[in-house]
């Protein structure tokens, strides 16, 4: 399962999901889990989608409900997902898409 250090984590990470609208990776944090290793490279992908939403939200001046800021929740997002993908096996997915950032 993802383990959140936060509430705001997931929150947050439902927030972009919606927003980018992608319902497979909804169904991924609503599950807590990936079960492929597709799934583990969509939400690494994702998780990089979010991070450039959510810079372009910021200069943007969009009124969000967190008074952190983007970087603040994207890097405790990105120790939450990139720690899960590693335990569970799917460290490679996430290096992947890391390389290609």
Known sequence: MI???FDEEL??????ANKLNNDKVLKILERGEVKNSNEAASLS???????????EDEKSEVDLPWIEGA???NEKIMNSISGYL???GYE??????VDQQ
């Open 71 to 73: 970087e603040f929740w």
């Open 86 to 88: 590693e335990r569970a």
């Open 11 to 16: 929150q947050y990470a439902v927030h972009y």
């Open 3 to 5: 383990t959140y250090k």
């Open 45 to 55: 992908e994702f998780f990089w989608e979010m991070v450039d939403a959510s810079i």
């Open 92 to 97: 490679k997915e996430w290096d992947k898409v």
